[in-house]
């Protein structure tokens, strides 16, 4: 298995010209199941957050959700998702 990015355009819910990128790394077989694994983390996380319970960190594989912003629409229609290359000899 390789380390993918999934890069996800993100917005803000009441002022569209405000964008940004939000970020997922982790391991996967492919840019597909990448994909597949960034908004299934997500998906989980919102699900902890909007319970009042913190969003989970236990992933083995490194696909977690960190830093969410309750008013950003993450905008997965339009996320890609690449090999991660280590810039910085990071992990």
Same mark, same amino acid.
């Given at each position: ?15 569209? +010209? !405000?964008?940004?990128?939000? @970020?997922?790394? &982790?391991?996967? $077989? ?7 694994? /960034?908004?299934?983390?997500? +998906? !989980?996380?919102?699900?902890? @957050?909007?319970? &009042?319970?913190? $969003? ?7 696909? /977690? ?15 890609? $998702? ?10």
């Amino acid at each position: 298995m390789r380390r993918y990015e999934v890069d996800v355009p993100i917005h803000h819910a009441t002022d569209e +010209d !405000r964008r940004g990128l939000h @970020v997922f790394t &982790g391991c996967a $077989a492919g840019p597909g199941e990448a994909l597949a694994a /960034a908004h299934s983390a997500y +998906d !989980r996380a919102v699900q902890y @957050v909007s319970a &009042g319970r913190p $969003a989970p960190d236990d992933s083995s594989d490194g696909w /977690a959700a960190r830093g969410l912003r309750p008013d950003w629409v993450l905008d997965w229609h339009k996320a890609t $998702a690449k090999a991660w290359v280590n810039p910085n000899s990071l992990m």
